[in-house]
Every structure is written in structure tokens, then in C-alpha cells.
């Protein structure tokens, strides 16, 4: 698929505080109109970078091109940039519509103008009905929409949401995650986002960079990042999953295969790696089958071990399973009905096997 034009672009992007390197040469192209989330454990760099694309903070090196143009130079005020910061303190002594309409009044834009934009942002994130009342009389996702609202009345290019929803609840926080994707597709704007909850980033992103100390490790769809990661960290970081480490010992070009204390395990793609290399597969846990009885057809990915412990997890059943060389394999099995109940038990030897296209070979 060709690649659409940056809009937002930095280049080999590095920022140094002292002598902590907090962002260490970043390069990220986001397409227009892209929700792009940058994700990362807490102090990984990413408010870092976002401050940065704002004007807030001067890189010690690279570049920052917008719509083509470096920004550099150009100070926050400038730029066709907002930033909606996690703590989005609106003030507790105007009214909503006051919120939504400081901004444009600062800037100098004339009455009838601030009158018909705050109308439109009010209505866009659903709140005209409550134009009149304070904060304080608001619900936390009602306060996050006029948060959205005042970010998004001058109009920027670019949006830029540092953990849009961290002030809220959880159950809050799913529901406005779908509100927010609405209220921006509707509006078309570029967003890059900050977050540390891969579920977050996941329902909310079209393209994600997961960071790790400053760098960026892999940028991809959530499919991609999920099916296909990179390396260890990306794999683990990312949902749940078994990395069976080994050393390769077959290495064609589309199928290869690793050694591990589990036995010889087949996989459905290359690696163009060196024989004997360590390296590990990682495996979800819900792309490996379960079972008592030994299955007609399981490929050659076929093992046995006994079961130490199981969860039951409402809508699936989770196993961990112990091979005879003390290897953990954790196992997830959907509960599809509420009759079915499965028949394994604790300290139970079973099968458990997986297709060759179901794991990712990783050598970093
Ligand atoms: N103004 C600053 N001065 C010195 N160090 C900073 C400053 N801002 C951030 N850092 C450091 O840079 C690293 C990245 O921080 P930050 O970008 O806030 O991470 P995140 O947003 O991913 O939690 C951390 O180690 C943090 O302590
Ligand atoms: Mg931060």
C-alpha cells in the first residue's frame, strides 16, 4: 500500500535534559487526519516528544516538518497546533460557554464570530444544553468534551491529546473513547495522542509508535503491532503472550524452525537469520488449542504438559501449563456458551498445539 505524504513529520527528532536523553532520534511520518498514538510506560519519553511537536520544549537535534514546513523556529502561538493537556483544567469560574469562547477572545475575534464558533463546538461535542452551568456542575466525561471543545475552537491543523481520558474512571474512559474518535472524525483533524494504556491505544488509533526509553520501537496499525511485533518488548508490552525462547535451526524462506526446551516448533515464515542464533517465537495465548485428548490433526506443533493452574475469566477460560522441562505456557480458551464446560482440571496432562502461522519469530 503506497504511503500517503507526511503531514506531520520529524526527523532523527532528540531531546537531552542534561545529560538524560528523554526522546533519542525519533522519526515518525503521520499522515492528515490520522489518529496516531504514541504509547509507552510512564518517563518513556512520550509527553516529551508531544511538548515538543506543541513548541513547548526546543529539540536539541532533528527536525519537525508540518503541512511541509519546518517549525522550528516557530513559537507555540504560531503554530496551527493545540494541545489538550491531562490535567485539562478548565476554568472553575466561567461557565461552559466562557471555557469554549476564551481562547477565540483572546485572539481578537470579532463578537459575532466567537458567538457562532463556540455554538458550533458546543454542539459538536454535544453540550449546548449545557452552555450556562460551571464546571463543577458537570460530569467528568462532560468536562473532558469542553476540555475538547476550547482545544479544538481555533481550529488547528494538528491536535495534539496528552492522556485525553487519565482523569477518568474506567468504565467512563471506554465510553468516551468512542465519543472522542467521533467528535475528531467529524472534524478532520490530525491528532497525535499520549497514552500508556495499550487498550486506549488500541481503540482509539489508527496508527500506533510504541516507545521504550526514549526511542521508538515499532509503528503500526493495531493489527499489525499485535500480530506482528517486533521484537520482545513489543510482543510483551502488547496484550498477552508466550515468548518461548530457542535457537534457530532451519531457516528457509518461508518457513523456519526453532529448538526450545518445549521441543522443535514450526514456523510459517523466514527470518533470514544465521542457524543457531538465539531467538524466540511469540505465541498468544489464544492461538493455541486445548485439549485432553490427543487431536487427529494438529500439525507438527503438537505438545504435551500438565496443567498448574486455571482462571476462569467470565468470557474465557485462562490454563497455565508446565512442560516436562518446567516451560510456562499460558493458554486462553473462549467460553462460547454457557453450558460448555470445559472438561480440563487441575494437575490434568493435555495437549496443546498451534498452527505455524499463529506465532512470530523475534530476534531482537
Ligand atoms: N523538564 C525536564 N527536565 C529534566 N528531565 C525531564 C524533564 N521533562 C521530562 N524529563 C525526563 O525525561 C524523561 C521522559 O519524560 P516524559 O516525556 O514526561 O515521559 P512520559 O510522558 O512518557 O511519562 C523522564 O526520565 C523524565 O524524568
Ligand atoms: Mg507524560
Known sequence: MAQAPGFLVTERLVKRFDEALAVDEVSLSIAKGEIFALLGSSGCGKSTLLRMLAGFETPSSGRILLGGQDVAAMPPYERPVNMMFQSYALFPHLDVWENVAFGLKREGMPKAEVRQRTEEMLSLVQLAAFAKRKPHQLSGGQQQRVALARSLAKKPKLLLLDEPLGALDKKLREQTQFELVNIIERVGVTVVMVTHDQEEAMTMANRIAVMSKGRVLQVGTPEEIYEYPANRFVADFIGNVNLLEGRLSVDEVDRCAIDTGVGEIHVGHGVSGTLNMPVALAVRPEKIEISKRRPDQA??????????????????????????????????????SRQEHSEITWEDEVYFWWSTGAGVVLRD
Open 299 to 336: 500439525g507438527p506443533n503438537l505438545f504435551q504438559g500438565r496443567v498448574r493452574e486455571i482462571a476462569y475469566v467470565g468470557s474465557y477460560n485462562s490454563y497455565i501449563v508446565v512442560t516436562s522441562d518446567g516451560t510456562r505456557v499460558k493458554i486462553t480458551e473462549a467460553n462460547t
